[in-house]
Structure formats: C-alpha cells, structure tokens
C-alpha cells in the first residue's frame, strides 16, 4: 500500500511539474494583455488615419497570440465593415509608430520566453521565441533570446539546438532524439496508415516525406501564409479558421490518387500533372486555397 501511494505521489508531482507555476502562467497573461494594449492603440491610430484595412491586420496579429481576448474582437467588430482612404503622409507616421510598438512586443515575448525556459518548459520557450520571430522580429528581441539561425527551418533557435539538428537530431514528443531514432521514425511514418501529422497555429500537414523534410514544408506554409495575409488582408477580410487548414503531401503520384480516392469515392485519373518540387506544390496549392475562399 506504501509503495502504491508513494508512486502515485510521484506521478502527481511529475504531472505537477509538467504544467507552468501559477507566476508563470500570471506572467503570460501580463504579456498578451501587454500586447493587446499596444495593439488596439496602434489599431486606432491606422482608424484614424482612415487606413482601416491595416487596423484589422494589427487587431488579428494579436488573435493570432490571443484569440480569447474580448477587447481585440470588440475592436475589430468595430471596425469591420469600415473603409476609407489614408490621408496624405500618413504611411510614413505609421510604419515609424508600429516600430516602436512592435519593438515592445518583441522585448515583452522574449522576456516571456526566457522565463518559460528558465523553469525548464522548452515548448513554450519554443511557442514564444517562435511568435517573436512570426510577429514582432527585431535584432535586439532576437539577440535578447541569444538565438541562431537555422536556415532549413527558416527560423532563429538556441545555438546548442542547432548544434543538434546539424547533427541530423530531431525533437519529437518534448525529447531530442538522435538521427537514428529518427530514420526510424521516418520508416514508420513512411505510409498513410501512419503519416507524419504536424500543426501550426492555422494548418495541419499530413505527410509520408521524412520528418525533416515535413518540418520544412510546415515552415515554408506558415511564411507563405503570412505573406498573403500581409497582401491581401486590407482587400479582404480574412480571419481566423475555427480549425486547422488541412495540407496533404505525398511522395508519390500512387499516393496522391490513393488519398484522391480515398476522399472522394471516385477513381483519381492516371496522372494528375507534373510532377513538381513539394515546397512548391504547397505553395501553389495554398494560394488557390486562399485565392478562392478568402481565408
């Protein structure tokens, strides 16, 4: 009986120490509410500069980090069906105020992260020194979070992490694996009865290609999406998927027609174009998507 309550103490403390301290989580909470507030400020700024199609990208940037938050929806709600046409000088006055306000963001983020990775909590190390680099980059937000970058990824990670991957390491599951346990997994994963399954804040990716080779594709979905919200979302109004977008990737041509296949009911067709280089595909793919549905 002993030994049964002293193993379910020591599950309930790894449990425990498995979820942020309570000063943790108030700290994120301080630092959306943070950005929130500089956010709305400079959404009414782009208001009243008539330049409403930049107020509601300001006010879903931070959706994308807040989405709960009552007073970013209020204010995009206000604002979305308003159109107007910028007064003269006004770009040049906002591009230098959005500077500054991003500049706090980026340094409130990075102290988040920092804080998380204090505690030994690499995923939300991860999520907040990503968000840095997706939202708010800067060199002195970058250089606080002393990270390096890892070109194959697109994104600035701790020099002992890209030391790893160099090495041909992966982390998987909260855990850094080396290269051998990772063909192994690439093996496993080396069909659709169990595909490679990665997320982003908006897709999810599902894919035989290997791991690395998959976290590319992730990587170059989500920078091809923030450039078509950049570009289009003052001409349309884009929000938020209540779900993840799904992006399906084979290997081969027989794949693609089995996953056609299996989706429809219907026979796929012999060959369903040239074959092309994946990133590309996605690319293409993704902007179709967007082009036709409006986000």
Known sequence: MKRQLAFVLLLAVAAASAEPSRLLQNKRSAALTRIETELVALSKVASRGKAFGRARRELQKGLALHPESKRLVAERDRIAEKTGTPKAGFEARFLARREKAYAKC????????????????????????????????????????????????????RKKDAERLAKGSE???????????????????????????????????????????????????????????????GAWDLRPPKGKLPVIVTRTQAELRARMEAATGQSAPPQLGAALPAKQLVAESLFRHVGTHGG
């Open 106 to 157: 980026g340094k409130v983020l990075a102290d988040l992260a920092l804080a998380f990775d204090k505690k030994g909590h690499v995923d939300e190390f991860e999520r907040w020194a990503s968000a840095v680099q997706t939202h708010f980059p800067s060199k002195a937000a970058l250089k606080r979070l002393q990270l390096v970058y890892f070109e194959p990824y697109l994104k600035w990670v």
């Open 171 to 233: 982390r998987v599951d909260g855990k850094w694996i080396d290269k051998d346990a990772v063909a192994a997994l690439n093996a496993r994963h080396a069909t659709f009865e169990d595909p490679w399954v990665l997320s982003d804040d908006v897709h999810e990716l599902k894919t035989t290609v290997p791991l690395r080779e998959a976290r590319q594709l992730l990587a170059h979905i989500g920078i091809y999406r923030e450039f078509v919200l950049r570009q289009f979302s």
